[in-house]
C-alpha cells in the first residue's frame, strides 16, 4: 500500500527558525490567537502542520501589503 503523504511536521526549532521569531514570542502569538496552537502527538512532543505554519506566514504578509 503506497501512501502519498505530502504534510509535514515541523518542530520548535524549525518554527523558530522559518519565521525569526522567538520560542517564547511563538508560544505568546498562539495564546494570542495570531499562530497556528501545536498538535502534541507523545508525551512530551509537539508539532505544528507546515501547510498551518505557511498559511499564517502569508495570511501575516498580505496584512502588511494592505
Do not use: H
Not at 12 to 24: D, L, Y
Amino acid at each position: 500500500m503506497k501512501l502519498d503523504i505530502k504534510e509535514r511536521f515541523l518542530r520548535i526549532p524549525e518554527i523558530v527558525q522559518r519565521t525569526g521569531m522567538s520560542k517564547a514570542t511563538v508560544y505568546n502569538r498562539i495564546n494570542q490567537g495570531l499562530f497556528p496552537k501545536q498538535i502534541p502527538i507523545g508525551a512530551n512532543l509537539v508539532v505544528w502542520l507546515e501547510s498551518d505554519v505557511q498559511k499564517c506566514m502569508k495570511e501575516q504578509t498580505d496584512k502588511r501589503r494592505e
